[in-house]
């Protein structure tokens, strides 16, 4: 029966023989297997793990020995915290009688120093910035305090005197320039103290008018009522990395000169910071905020720019640069990432070495 005969075969003594030979036989196979996979694998691993060889280009570069040296103007820019110093003004005040025909204060408007402010019987009234206030007559002869304020303020205004406090010919014609300029009928040269408007800067900008045109006015009446005047812009602090050098500082756009402590006293730059908007909207407002201003060098440096590894023997901001078989002092007054700009005491070359063709020490 088939039933049996399949019995009877899984008993059979060379059945299980076979199926042993089978197992092993797999068995071999399969490790057989496992192992050409591995080999295969290490191999791979292995091709990628080997070193990668540099491209020829990176294989055949040298050692940079030298760059080029580039121009750049250099202005030591520094953005700065300042303080504004102010004095209170008096009024200005008319110094002669006499009814008002012509009248130029307006509120808010600025009275410039050298012009003609008002008329008074149709005389010029001139206004006039000095340190020291004309209280007196001058004519030529005259020496004092008071004629060198006056000389310098014709100075400040583009005529041609020394401010040496004596009211010489010189000065005796650059005081008729300025009378004809004012429209004066007969210029004669001297000054009458009652018809100059003293002005506490060279630009002023008054609160409130008092002249009627048309009214009648005497010695001493208010012309003008004047805010506290702005008497100088302080830096603080002062950085401590500026390079030497005059400096020029930048107010509310406007620019003018800086002292080399930091102060700012210039009466024309001055004037014209109180004659801006914002300075005005400072001056309305109940607190004074935080003010920043700009400083520069006056004259811009023109300076050589070039890596910083071509500078050597660097002491502070002097150094050393060669180029080719010549080394030279430089003095280092700024850098930047990976640029370094100086100014050279001497001739420069266009090119400066670096590395192993740096040869020498110093530049001595």
């Not at 491209?55 to 520094?78: C, I, K, M, N, Y």
């Not at 060198?148 to 005796?172: H, N, P, S, W």
């Not at 756009?253 to 402590?261: C, E, I, N, R």
Request: charged share 20%.
């Amino acid at each position: 029966m088939p039933d049996g005969r399949r019995d009877s075969d899984q008993h059979r003594p060379g059945t299980e023989r076979r199926q042993l030979i089978l197992v092993k036989g797999r068995s071999v196979g399969t490790a057989v297997l496992a192992a050409v996979t591995l080999l295969s694998m290490g191999g791979a691993t292995g091709f990628l793990l080997r070193p990668v060889a540099a491209p020829q280009e990176l294989r055949a570069a040298t050692e940079v020995t030298s760059a080029p040296v580039g121009h750049e103007e250099f202005a030591d820019e520094h953005t700065v915290k300042i303080s504004l110093k102010r004095s209170s003004a008096p009024p200005l005040v008319v110094g002669f009688d006499g009814r008002v025909t012509a009248v130029s204060c307006k509120a808010g408007e600025a009275l410039k120093s050298g012009q003609t402010v008002a008329r008074i019987n149709n005389t010029p009234l001139i206004g006039l910035a000095t340190s020291a206030p004309l209280y007196r007559n001058l004519s030529q002869g005259h020496k004092g305090d008071d004629v060198k304020a006056l000389q310098t303020e014709l100075i400040r205004l583009g005529y041609g005197v020394k401010a040496d406090g004596t009211f010489d010919g010189r000065t005796v014609m650059a005081v008729k320039e300025l009378q004809k300029a004012a429209g004066v009928d007969r210029p004669d040269g001297t000054i009458t103290s009652g018809q100059i408007l003293w002005l506490p800067a060279s630009a002023v900008v008054p609160d409130s008018c008092k002249l009627v045109l048309g009214a009648y006015v005497s010695s001493g009446q208010t012309y003008a009522e004047v805010p506290a005047q702005l008497i100088s812009i302080i830096v603080n602090p002062m950085p401590a990395n500026v390079v030497d050098g005059e400096r020029a500082i930048q107010v509310m756009g406007v620019t003018g000169p800086l002292d080399k402590d930091g102060t700012a006293t210039d009466a024309e730059f001055l004037g014209k910071v109180a004659g801006t908007r914002e300075y005005r909207l400072l001056e309305a407002g109940d607190k004074e905020p935080e003010l920043t201003a700009v400083i520069t060098l006056k004259d811009h440096l023109q300076t050589l720019r070039m890596p910083p590894g071509a500078l050597f023997d660097v002491d502070r901001d002097s150094g050393c640069v060669q180029s080719g078989a010549k080394a030279y002092p430089v003095k280092i007054v700024g850098s930047r990432l990976g640029v370094t700009l100086v100014v050279p005491t001497g001739d420069a070359s266009a090119h400066v070495n670096l590395g192993a063709s740096i040869t020498v020490d110093s530049c001595g």
